[in-house]
Every structure is written in structure tokens, then in C-alpha cells.
């Protein structure tokens, strides 16, 4: 992997150089792990003209859950854990003759980007923009490889739950027993808050779960992933507690799966953002649902739950093979309830089988 790493700090450190920047100073987190391998907390990582610095406020413990840094980088541990590793960088990079330095403003605070100033006051400071996140949105099979498996673990953790007997339990508990149950699985923790969302709270995006105990007749909504060596994916179901489902959850139900394969089967590369939103939208607007749905209907996964591409209505820009994303279309029924399901998948080519499926639990409509 190391090579890896070096391929991918080469590809900036060009980007850079094309804009008239030696180095560059990376500090939001997901990226310092893209670039670097791993990132302890608070670590930043200099990219400089005669090396690449990992710059850390301690010593790393090597938490798995931070990852692990490349060995090609320079580890320079800072005096004081107090002190702000940006800044350290920064003096670093002029004390090394940087004249340009790259950063990522879109990550500092006004207050932390005059602190750089402070120590390089002879440094030219230039915006990087979202260089590494664009970068990152294509990902290598290796990237692939630990998003499939963490989507094996969330697949595992939401069967086991199914197993269970869930009438009379409380939104929370559910939640908090998935969560437990990715990390039995090898999860590092959960990607995300798991949603456990149950008869009028259900279908809802991004319900946090509370004290509501599931009931006969109830939908439940649940939405939860596992982040496994920082990758992170997404899965969102729903069931009917109880028997025999109503005529209006059948109904409602079929319509959002309807909504979801269409999306599913629009991710082929070359297809613009939107088309995919649309794909899915559409259904559920000409269905009188317009006003109900989400303001997009997937979003990007990655070493972050939610990257680019952003696949809503205004998005600009087309999908590329080994593209993660999910399709997430939902309808929620003000004081009914509603229906959420929630798939992540890999973008590919057509003659490579079309879109790959990672999650893989069952989209039938149970009754649990």
C-alpha cells in the first residue's frame, strides 16, 4: 500500500506544481488518511518539496481506527500536544524555503488561517480547493475491497437483528444493539448514528431514534453502516412488525422500491448526477409524492459517509467507473409513517455486469 500512498501524494503534489505551489499543507482529516495512510488525531500532513511529513501533536498509538501511516512519510511529533499541527507545518514549510503553499480553506477556520500566516509571514498562501476530494472519488479496488467488507458486517449485524424479537423494544436500544453488533463483526465503530425509526417516525431521513417502542402494525425504518479501515457504506430498510401488512404499506412500499431500482439501474458510467436522481424521483413525483422526498436521492461513500458525487436534481457533472455511491429514495407520510431503502453500490461498466451491489439484505417487504 505504501506505493499506493506515494502514487496519490504524486498526483497533487503535480496538480500543485501546475498552480505555482512547491508544497502543500493537508488538514482535513479524511484526506490526511487518504494521502498519508493514516491519521492520528490532529495530525496534518505537509507535502513539501524535498519530502512528505506527517506532522502529529503526539506520538501515534497506532489505533487501528486511525489507520496506519505510510512508512515513506516523515513523522514529525511536536514538542507540545497542546500546539496546533497546522501551524507547526506551516513554520516547517518555511523554515524548508517554501515561498507557495497550498491549503485546504475550505477546512480552516479564519482564526487557525491567520495563525499560518503568523508563523510564515512570508509565505504565499493558495487555496487547494477540494483538489484531494475530487481525487478521491474515484477509488482502486483495494478502496473497493474494504467497502465490500463493511458492507458485509452491516449486512450480518441488520440479519441478526431481524432474528430477534423486536416488539415492545425502544428505538434506541435497537439502535444501540446494532451498533454493538457491527463492532462484534469486526466494525471499527459505526459509520454513522444508527436511525431505528418505527410507526409515524418511520421513513424519516436521518430520524434519531428515541423512546418509542415498536408496536404490532408498525413500519421500522432502520438505516445503519459499518466503518471498516475508515471506509464506510450504507444500508437502509424497512419492515412491516406484525403479520399481514395493510393495503397503503403495501402500496406505499412497492412504489419507493420501484423508485430505488430505477436509480440502482441508472448508475452506469457516463450518466450525469441528476439523471440518476431523476430517475428515481420521477416515479415517486408523478406518484403525488413530490413533496415529500429527500432533496437528493444518493450521495458518494467512501473514507467519509457522505462524499461526492451528490446525486440530487442540480448536480453538475457524470458518474465514473469505481464510483461508490448510494440510492436512498424515501417517502415519509406525516403522521403515518413512511418507507426508506437504502442500497450502497459500486458504479461500473456495463460489460463488467453493471452496478455492483454491496449491500445485499433482502429488499422484500417482511412482516418481522
Keep these: 500500500m505504501s506505493e499506493v500512498y506515494g502514487v496519490r501524494r504524486g498526483r497533487l503534489r503535480d496538480r500543485c506544481a501546475a498552480t505555482g505551489s512547491a508544497a502543500a499543507l493537508i488538514s482535513r ?38 489507520g496506519r501511516p505510510d512508512e515513506g512519510l516523515r513523522l514529525v511529533v511536536m514538542q507540545t500536544s497542546t500546539g496546533d499541527a497546522a501551524v507547526a507545518a506551516a513554520e516547517l514549510a518555511r ?10 480553506e475550505h477546512h480552516l477556520t479564519v482564526a487557525r488561517h491567520r495563525a499560518l500566516g503568523s508563523v510564515a509571514p512570508r509565505v504565499r498562501f493558495a487555496d487547494l480547493g477540494l483538489a484531494v476530494e475530487q481525487q478521491r472519488i474515484v477509488k482502486d479496488e483495494d478502496e473497493i475491497a474494504c467497502l465490500r467488507i463493511a458492507a458485509e458486517i452491516t449486512d450480518q449485524a441488520l440479519g441478526e437483528l431481524l432474528e430477534s424479537i423486536l416488539v415492545g423494544r425502544t428505538e434506541r436500544h435497537l439502535a444501540l444493539e446494532l451498533e454493538r453488533r457491527l463492532v462484534d463483526h469486526g466494525a471499527d465503530g459505526p459509520a454513522f448514528p444508527t436511525s431505528v425509526a418505527t410507526g409515524p417516525h418511520s421513513g424519516r431521513t436521518g430520524h434519531r431514534p428515541g423512546d418509542r417502542r415498536v408496536e404490532e402494525g408498525d413500519f421500522l425504518s432502520v438505516c445503519l453502516g459499518a466503518n471498516y479501515r475508515g471506509y464506510r457504506c450504507e444500508i437502509g430498510r424497512t419492515f412491516v412488525i406484525g403479520t399481514t401488512p395493510a393495503d397503503w404499506q403495501i402500496e406505499l412500499y412497492e412504489l419507493v422500491f420501484a423508485a430505488q431500482r430505477a436509480g440502482r439501474e441508472a448508475l452506469l458510467p457516463g450518466t450525469a448526477y441528476r439523471d440518476v436522481d431523476h430517475a428515481a424521483r420521477q416515479i415517486l413525483d408523478v406518484a403525488g409524492h413530490g413533496e415529500e ?16 458525487p451528490q446525486l440530487a436534481p442540480a448536480a453538475m457533472g457524470k458518474l465514473d467507473a469505481c464510483v461508490p ?7 415519509h407520510l406525516p403522521g403515518r409513517g413512511g418507507v426508506r431503502i437504502d442500497d450502497t453500490l459500486v458504479v461500473r461498466q456495463e460489460a463488467d455486469g453493471g452496478p455492483e451491489l454491496l449491500t445485499i439484505t433482502t429488499k422484500e417487504l417482511l412482516a418481522l
Design 29 to 66: 482529516p479524511a484526506n490526511v488518511r487518504y494521502l498519508a495512510g493514516g491519521a492520528p488525531p490532529g495530525a496534518v500532513l505537509l507535502l513539501g518539496p524535498a519530502d512528505d511529513v506527517l506532522v502529529c501533536p503526539r506520538t501515534p498509538t497506532g489505533d487501528p481506527a486511525d
Design 95 to 104: 523554515t524548508e524555503g517554501v515561498e507557495s503553499l497550498a491549503v485546504e
Design 293 to 308: 422526498l429527500p432533496p437528493r436521492t444518493g450521495h458518494g461513500v467512501g473514507l467519509e459517509i457522505d462524499e461526492d
Design 325 to 331: 455511491v448510494t440510492v436512498e429514495p424515501g417517502v
